[in-house]
């Protein structure tokens, strides 16, 4: 039997607001925070599998580039460190483009073993030529003030001027990947996205001159007032004296309010962009490839490009989704991205909400990251309830009492085979 749309929602929203009342306002609205940036990425993935059938496994890498997109758009230049390599940095730079143009000339113009030979003389000696330039670049940068700096820097913009930049880079390295893969099938696809994501985190994580690799970058710029400057202003002081609570409640709750603002905003503008995409004869010609992609090559349709047209937007929006957790977190760690929070959750979000559905995306968003959260919890109140009548201190007790949190992998695991077996179309199944 399918429940009403509304009436999804409607349960969601008693959810929130259960935690508000129970727990806390404050983690409610951070609840609510993740939930739409959830929300974001998983209508990125819905367009490139919703609309295409395309298999992207590699959102991890995706969101991780609309992170450093954020980072590197706010943060202040170092100049110190430009000075000791930022040149070197841009002259390597410079001869592996020239590498790379003499490789695909080479190709291009020679035949036979000359052509091979050619082709692995410039690719040794570019090898050879860039490192020699590039690495004592890197030792100058990384090493001035390494405990505080060791980076180049950014742009020093507004952050959120690194939401569009994200979506760009993120778009960009979609077209490198589609370039290369979408011509293969769809497992395949599959295998590249998954292992091109994880070149990316790990180039993220040791190239420090760029991202400070696992020593993180901190203090971002936040688009809205911090809490801290908050608690100062005479109007939090008087409003939470009016409402009898404390000015560092008040902060939390008006700061974490002005995210959702901001998050609910852009995730409006992406669903209803979406929506008229789907709408359009655009959306009809990409779900009839997605349908029968013999079919629509028989009728002239080019379906590698329209497969690279939605793998560019669809990876562009999750870039957006990275940028904007990157400015939620006010950090920069790229030590956190891993494939089980960034790429298997948003998939269930997508499977449970009802994949071609941008509306079903964003409820399963919902759905799955409040499970996520508040199984944690309910774990723990749960296993307290069931060993309250055994002996304090007792090995199996402790055992049971430890293991609580990992509830939440069952929890998924019960819920994505639930949904699977009886409603396979999701929760808001596409129409």
Known sequence: MRVHPAILWAIMAVLVITVGVGQSWSLALSILQYCLISAVVAL???????????????????????????????????????????????????????????????????????????????????????????????????????????????????????WFFGGVLAAAAAWMVGKITLGLRSDYLAIATLGISEIIVIVLKNEDWLTRGVKNVTALERPVPAEIDLQASQWVIDWSAWLGVSTIEFASIFSKTMYCVIFAFVLAILIWLSERALRSPWGR????????????????????????????????????????????????????????????????????????????????????????????????????????????????????????????????????????RFAPRGLIPER
């Not at 940068?141 to 180049?152: C, H, N, P, R, S």
């Not at 749960?382 to 992998?409: F, Y």
């Open 285 to 420: 010609m990409m779900r009839a490839i997605r349908d029968n992609r013999d079919a629509a090559e028989a009728m002239g349709k080019d379906v590698k490009a329209r497969h690279l047209q939605v793998f560019i937007l669809g990876s562009a929006i999750c870039g957006i989704g990275g940028a904007m957790l990157t400015t939620l977190d006010g950090q920069f760690t790229p030590g956190t991205y891993a494939p089980l929070r960034y790429t298997f959750l948003i998939w269930v979000m997508v499977i449970v909400g009802g994949s071609g559905n941008n509306w079903g995306s964003v409820l399963g968003a919902f759905l799955i990251w409040f499970v996520w959260i508040e199984a944690e919890p309910a774990g723990l109140w749960l296993m307290s309830i069931l060993t309250s009548g055994m002996q304090d201190g007792g090995a199996l007790k402790k055992h049971l009492l430890d293991s609580a949190p990992h509830l939440r992998l069952v929890l998924m695991g019960a819920i994505l085979l639930s949904v699977l």
């Open 44 to 162: 990125g993935v819905n367009i490139q599998w919703g609309y295409a059938g395309l298999v992207n496994v590699g959102i991890v890498g995706f969101g991780a580039l609309g992170g450093v997109a954020a980072m590197l758009t706010s943060v202040a230049p170092y100049h110190p460190a430009l000075e000791a390599g930022g040149g070197r940095i841009l002259l390597a730079m410079l001869a592996l483009a020239l590498v790379i143009a003499a490789i695909v000339l080479a190709r291009r113009k020679l035949r036979g073993r000359w052509r091979v030979i050619a082709v692995v003389a410039l690719i040794i000696g570019g090898f050879v030529l860039v490192r020699r330039i590039f690495d004592p670049a890197v030792g100058a940068i990384e090493a001035t003030d390494a405990a505080k700096f060791g980076y180049l820097g950014g742009l020093g913009l507004p952050i959120m001027v690194g």
